[in-house]
Structure formats: C-alpha cells, structure tokens
C-alpha cells in the first residue's frame, strides 16, 4: 500500500473516494455555510451567491445521502452537519481551502 491508501488506482480507492465529496462544484461551498452552525433552506440560498434553488435542493441532498448533513423539521427545514461533515469541514476541507489561498497565485 502507498501512502495515498491505495495500492493501486482502482474504482474503489480511499483517495477517490474523498476525492468525490468535492467534485460536485456546490458541495464543498455548502458544506463551508454550514460550518456556522445550522440553517434553514433559503438562509442558505442567501448566503451562497449564486447558487440556484435547485442546484442547493440536489447539493443537500447529495451531502444527506453520505452522511455529512442532516435535515430538520419538515416544513422550515434546517440542515445541519453531521459529525462526520464537521470533521471533513475542519479537516480535509480546510486544508485545501488553506492550500488554494497560498496558492492562489499559481492558481489563477
């Protein structure tokens, strides 16, 4: 085994497999919003520009199914993260958001 955790690239791979909770462009960016503790469906819509109802509805939907948001309420929904999406914010998240803003020259 390498030091990425997989010896091989295969389908199934641990790196793939993180590498998913931030290939959907609005993922992480909701994800980051939630960091401020929980929040209702359209407070969210105002705090991340330029993310339509729609695409937020399928984001939250995506990060409930993998377990990192949890929803509350039935008719004023308030999404929350999980455990498991609050150490993805704090960790793995943070650090590649740490890594672009140094980067962010070479970046661009």
């Given at each position: ?26 993922d992480p960016v909701v994800v980051s919003a ?65 890594w672009a803003a140094e980067n962010q020259g070479e970046l661009s």
């Amino acid at each position: 085994m390498n030091e990425q955790g997989c010896e091989t690239f295969i389908s199934d791979c641990h790196v793939r497999a993180a590498v998913e909770l931030i290939s959907h462009t609005w993922d992480p960016v909701v994800v980051s919003a939630l960091r401020m503790g929980p929040t209702r469906r359209s407070i969210l819509l105002d705090r991340i520009a330029g993310v339509s109802d729609k695409v937020l509805t399928e984001s939250l939907r995506r990060l409930a199914s993998r377990g990192l948001v949890a929803r509350t309420g039935r008719d004023a929904a308030v999404y929350e993260l999980t455990p498991l999406g609050a150490s993805f914010a704090t960790g793995p998240l943070a650090h590649l958001a740490e890594w672009a803003a140094e980067n962010q020259g070479e970046l661009s």
